[in-house]
């Protein structure tokens, strides 16, 4: 099988729409509306826009963007401690391109690299150890963030720095666990939803039973799906069809890349460098009790947060409530008033317009203007 022909073959995409059409079409007429589908992921928020799915999939499917880019969810307090470990005189600050952009309420380490601190771009945690040796009158601080995707490369290198006795190195841990993040979404009853479209890259790594609670307490079917057209489509048409026959499980459309036991040796990593159960803090969503994780006991000489009492608290300071509207599927991006205008993926106010694969940034990279009948009447 190949991604450019199999995985994005027109014929296999038009027979997958012509088959769910009809079915999304019964289904939102016995509910009297279209049907709510959060697409967990921001890969995949991106990939309906990239391979323009928003315009041939039936409108009586709506899409909630869900909080699934690590980027858009960075709270301001953590980018505010980067920054200011940053600003210390012998630290250098290392991080994925990314994070390096996300505005804080002192500016974004972009900025504070700009002005001179001492600010590195990393593509793997391990490249942090190197950068360590190198650097031994230096402190080092690896600023990690992300899902359970991103979790175990961290993890390795926690446990990799513990064994080769490395001293100067230290990592801010943001990490957030999927799992307590939508029960949170599906206990605030904020976002009325019918099911998800599952993230195939964390499921990569934690597998796809560990989802069971979402269909058994609440009573939402969830359908894995990797991130081409066909991926995509036969995961939504497997979504609707459960919607259509009443019922609601767990289903993995994504099983040449996912096992429904996850990673293994990724889980253990975790385990071992990682707890769990850690309530964390959520730019736009707030507290989400269970999401956060800690560096564990043995490898605490690791963690940076030690460091926190010398660079200060970070400022309490939030994105502009636009953005807690779109990442709880309230308001599309281009309902923001600030999108396009003061918002854009060179000047970010908000951080759904940071990553590619934030919801406002997607919108902006693959919709026309013109397509955007919002913004026309704002004119
Ligand atoms: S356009 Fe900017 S401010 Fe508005 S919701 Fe998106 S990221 Fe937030």
Not at 250 to 256: C, G, K, L, V
Request: charged share 20%; with cysteine.
């Amino acid at each position: 099988m190949s991604l450019n022909t199999d995985f994005r073959d027109a014929d296999r995409v038009r027979a997958l729409l012509a088959a769910m059409t009809p079915v999304a079409g019964r289904v939102a007429a016995r509910l009297g509306r279209p049907l709510q589908i959060m697409e967990v992921c921001g890969g995949h928020t991106h990939a309906i826009f990239r391979f323009g799915l928003h315009q041939l999939i039936p409108d009586t499917i709506e899409f909630i963007h869900g909080p699934g880019c690590p980027v858009c969810v960075l709270p301001v307090a953590a980018v505010d401690q980067a920054v200011a470990l940053a600003r210390q005189p012998n630290v250098i600050l290392a991080s994925f391109g990314d994070p390096l952009r996300v505005p804080g309420s002192r500016g974004s380490l972009l900025q504070a690299k700009a002005e001179g601190a001492g600010v590195r771009v990393l593509y793997s945690p391990y490249d942090a150890l190197t950068l360590a040796k190198a650097h031994p009158r230096k402190q080092v601080v690896f600023f990690a963030i992300g899902f359970d995707t991103t979790m175990p490369g961290t993890a390795h290198s926690i446990l990799a720095a513990d064994r080769a006795g490395i001293g100067n190195l230290r990592f801010l841990c943001h990490h957030i666990r999927l799992i307590p993040t939508l029960t949170a979404l599906l206990e605030a009853d904020e976002v009325k939803l019918d099911g998800f479209v599952g993230p195939g890259h964390v499921s990569m790594v934690i597998g796809s039973r560990v989802y069971a609670p979402i269909a058994r307490q609440y009573h939402k079917p969830l359908v894995i799906a990797g991130f081409e057209p066909v991926d995509f489509l036969q995961a939504l048409y497997q979504l609707v069809l459960q919607l259509d026959q009443g019922r609601c499980d767990i289903e993995n459309a994504y099983a040449r890349v996912v096992a429904d036991t996850g990673n293994p040796a990724a889980l253990q990593a975790m385990e071992q460098a990682f707890e769990s159960g850690v309530d964390g803090h959520w730019r736009g969503l707030g507290r989400v009790p269970g999401s956060g994780v800690r560096i564990r006991a043995p490898y605490r000489h690791l963690d940076a947060t030690g460091l926190l009492a010398v660079a200060g608290p970070g400022k309490a300071a939030d994105d502009p409530a636009w953005c807690h509207g779109v990442l709880t599927g309230r308001i599309k991006p281009d309902q923001c008033p600030l999108f396009r205008r003061r918002c854009t993926p060179e000047h970010p106010v908000g951080a759904l317009m940071v990553s590619s694969e934030g919801a406002c940034a997607a919108y902006y990279q693959y919709r026309p203007e013109q397509d955007h009948p919002e913004e026309a009447r704002r004119d």
